[in-house]
């Protein structure tokens, strides 16, 4: 069964940092690509950043390119999504999942930039 768990949103001012996690298990992490997406109430969900299975592939939507950096660890199961010089617009609930994208989403975790 596929789990997806996301952690370290908070609350920060504009222009801050915040590092999210994302430990996944119940399936072979090393083998999927995976993706960051966001949600908030007035837009659907929306892809941030991609990592590729091994690492080597990133991209980013055009939104968060230069100030969000996404990573993994593999031995860890984990990825990982560095926010730098947050904005208001930023604020939202923020998924991981893995590629394909599995049914199983984690319940998230909330960032908000205000400030």
């Known amino acids: 069964q596929v789990q997806l768990v996301e952690s370290g949103g908070g609350v920060v001012q504009p222009g801050g940092s915040l590092r999210l996690s994302c430990v996944a298990s119940?399936?072979?992490?090393?083998?999927?690509?995976m993706v960051w997406y966001r949600q908030t109430p007035r837009k659907e969900r929306e892809s941030v950043a991609f990592?590729?299975?091994?690492?080597?592939?990133?991209n980013y939507s055009d939104f968060v390119k230069g100030r969000f950096t996404i990573s993994r660890d593999n031995a860890k199961n984990t990825i990982y999504l560095q926010m730098n010089s947050l904005k208001p617009e930023d604020t939202a609930v923020y998924y991981c999942?893995?590629?394909?994208?599995?049914?199983?989403w984690g319940q998230g975790t909330r960032v908000t930039v205000s400030g």
């Open positions: 999942n893995r590629q394909p994208t599995s049914g199983s």
């Open positions: 119940g399936f072979t992490f090393s083998l999927h690509d």
């Open positions: 990592i590729s299975r091994s690492g080597r592939v990133r």
